[in-house]
């Protein structure tokens, strides 16, 4: 059924700006992440990754930052563009192939 | 040369039907899954499956039944569909733990 009470985050940023989209994991035992990003009418798609022993990881215009202490994940994304409007998903694995799915942030990019 | 395929892509049906959606990987991937997405984009994980394993979120009703007659295909039966059935079904495959590819989804309506 429906994810009753809950709404899903959004976040609105001007073209050209930079994004920040933030993400609480659960588990302290989690020990690799991924961001995904799902466009409209689309599966989510990878995006990037980072390994818990890392704090930093760059690809293509995103950056991916770690913080154990506080277990928080953010994907930044560099030069925002219109493109970038989707939803974005964390994902946390832990324990052989357990994994949790964020709960997603709607971003959506002003011409 | 589509990775994750689901066929179909959009299921309208009466309440009480029973109905399929199949998915097929052509990545040699290990492992498939099932996800659930309501229309507030909560993604909620509902399977995931590899020739050795069934696991089962628990909160799924036991009117959901994955089949899988081969390593590259998982189909995902529902029997006696009822109104809060109706989301984005989407089918994935990873290769053991990591990233996972999402096929486009299926757009179940029960009316």
């Known amino acids: 059924g429906e994810s009753v009470g809950l709404h899903l985050p959004t976040l609105s940023v001007q073209e050209g700006d930079n994004s920040i989209i933030n993400c609480a994991y659960s588990?302290?035992?989690?020990?690799?992440f991924i961001w995904y990003k799902q466009e409209s009418g689309k599966g989510p798609q990878f995006i990037i990754d980072i390994r818990s022993n890392m704090d930093k990881r760059q690809g293509q215009r995103v950056t991916v930052l770690l913080n154990k202490t506080v277990k928080h994940l953010s994907l930044q994304i560099a030069a925002t563009q219109p493109g970038d409007s989707a939803v974005y998903f964390c994902?946390?694995?832990?324990?052989?192939?357990?994994?949790?799915f964020g709960t997603g942030t709607s971003l959506t990019v002003i011409p | 040369d589509t990775a994750v395929s689901q066929t179909p892509k959009y299921l309208v049906t009466q309440m009480g039907n029973d109905k399929s959606i199949k998915c097929e990987q052509n990545l040699g991937h290990d492992t498939m899954y099932w996800y659930k997405q309501d229309s507030k984009k909560f993604l909620k994980i509902m399977f995931s499956y590899n020739n050795k394993e069934l696991i089962i979120n628990e909160t799924v009703p036991n009117r959901f039944s994955p089949k899988s007659p081969d390593k590259a295909h998982l189909n995902l039966h529902i029997n006696s569909l009822e109104l809060g059935d109706s989301a984005v079904y989407f089918c994935a495959s990873s290769q053991r733990r990591g990233e996972q590819f999402f096929g486009p989804g299926t757009r179940l309506t029960v009316l």
């Open positions: 994902a946390e694995f832990y324990t052989g192939n357990q994994f949790y």
């Open positions: 588990n302290s035992a989690s020990d690799y």
